[in-house]
């Protein structure tokens, strides 16, 4: 665990810089969790599901007062980074060390030291992948790079930052946190679960649906049976009664990673 200064002069521990920077970006600089009409105001409650190092909540709170924030991140190597950012955060009620998922159990995850923020309990087709970057970054000098030595470079440098350490990580559902906490509304359910989406909403039981105002969650379809994941979540959050925006010209959309924003209307 190192600190690290970041370009708007905050300090946060970090594990591996790669992925703390492309964090950063997205939410110090692209705000990507609060658009298209997600809207945080004074003494909500926030889940954050898959928190990583805590930029989110950090930045949340920076940004809107009084708000009640549940975090969860099951990787114990990161979430002792998380702890440590969210030492001084006033608006922390529970730090979870668990992953969110659709019934309690114990998961085996992917812990990628290199970039730790990808860990996962579902991990994405590789040669999807590589084929996806070779196609965002074949450019400019890569172009004089035969594409058969370009993908044999570009293999290995994704086989040896994603080089897993295997482990096994407790798993609850929003409902059980719900009723462990009597929680009677959730303002902003933010998640990055890393490939585990679909696994997050089921495990939503009918009666706590009502109690969920918006969603903003990453789609992962870099995953096996990965192509027909939007179409059912979509239809799923319809069905509890959301309007939807789908960004699928974010940031990572290049790799099947696009941005999910629901809203169910005007706060009671």
Request: include cysteine; charged fraction near 25%.
């Given at each position: 665990?190192?600190?690290?200064?970041?370009?708007?002069?905050?300090?946060?521990?970090i594990?591996?810089?790669?992925?703390?920077?492309?964090?950063?970006?997205?939410?110090?600089?692209d705000?990507?969790?609060?658009?298209?009409?997600?809207?945080?105001?004074?003494?909500?409650?926030?889940?954050?599901?898959?928190?990583?190092?805590?930029?989110?909540?950090?930045?949340?709170?920076?940004?809107?007062?009084d708000?009640?924030?549940?975090v969860?991140?099951?990787?114990?190597?990161?979430?002792?980074?998380?702890?440590?950012n969210?030492?001084?955060?006033?608006?922390?009620?529970?730090?979870?060390?668990?992953?969110?998922?659709?019934?309690?159990?114990?998961?085996?995850f992917?812990?990628?030291?290199?970039?730790?923020?990808?860990?996962?309990?579902?991990?994405?087709?590789?040669?999807?992948?590589?084929e996806?970057?070779?196609?965002?970054?074949?450019?400019?000098?890569a172009?004089i790079?035969?594409?058969?030595v370009?993908?044999?470079?570009?293999?290995?440098?994704?086989?040896?930052?994603?080089?897993?350490i295997?482990?096994n990580c407790?798993?609850?559902?929003?409902?059980?946190?719900?009723?462990?906490?009597?929680?009677?509304?959730?303002?902003?359910?933010?998640v990055?679960?890393?490939?585990?989406e679909?696994?997050?909403?089921?495990?939503?039981?009918?009666?706590?649906w009502?109690?969920?105002?918006?969603?903003?969650?990453?789609?992962?379809?870099?995953?096996?049976?990965?192509?027909?994941?939007?179409?059912?979540?979509?239809?799923?959050i319809?069905?509890?009664?959301?309007?939807?925006?789908?960004?699928?010209?974010?940031?990572?959309?290049?790799?099947?990673?696009?941005?999910?924003?629901?809203?169910?209307?005007?706060?009671?």
């Amino acid at each position: 665990m190192n600190k690290y200064k970041f370009p708007n002069g905050k300090e946060f521990f970090i594990l591996d810089k790669v992925t703390a920077k492309d964090v950063y970006t997205e939410i110090y600089e692209d705000n990507v969790y609060l658009q298209h009409g997600i809207l945080v105001t004074p003494g909500d409650v926030i889940f954050d599901a898959g928190a990583n190092i805590g930029l989110f909540s950090n930045f949340i709170s920076e940004t809107i007062p009084d708000l009640k924030l549940y975090v969860f991140e099951p990787i114990p190597q990161i979430f002792e980074v998380l702890k440590a950012n969210l030492k001084d955060n006033p608006g922390i009620k529970k730090i979870y060390n668990i992953g969110i998922a659709d019934q309690e159990r114990i998961a085996e995850f992917n812990y990628y030291p290199k970039v730790s923020a990808d860990s996962t309990s579902i991990p994405f087709v590789f040669d999807k992948q590589v084929e996806m970057f070779v196609k965002k970054y074949r450019n400019g000098i890569a172009k004089i790079i035969p594409e058969k030595v370009f993908t044999g470079i570009l293999t290995r440098i994704l086989k040896k930052a994603y080089t897993p350490i295997k482990m096994n990580c407790p798993m609850k559902t929003v409902s059980q946190i719900i009723e462990e906490n009597k929680i009677e509304r959730i303002d902003l359910l933010k998640v990055d679960a890393e490939n585990a989406e679909r696994q997050v909403l089921t495990g939503i039981k009918e009666k706590d649906w009502g109690k969920i105002r918006q969603i903003a969650m990453e789609i992962h379809t870099n995953i096996p049976n990965g192509e027909n994941l939007i179409s059912y979540l979509t239809d799923l959050i319809e069905e509890k009664g959301f309007r939807y925006v789908l960004d699928t010209e974010s940031r990572f959309s290049f790799i099947g990673v696009h941005m999910l924003y629901a809203v169910r209307g005007s706060k009671n």
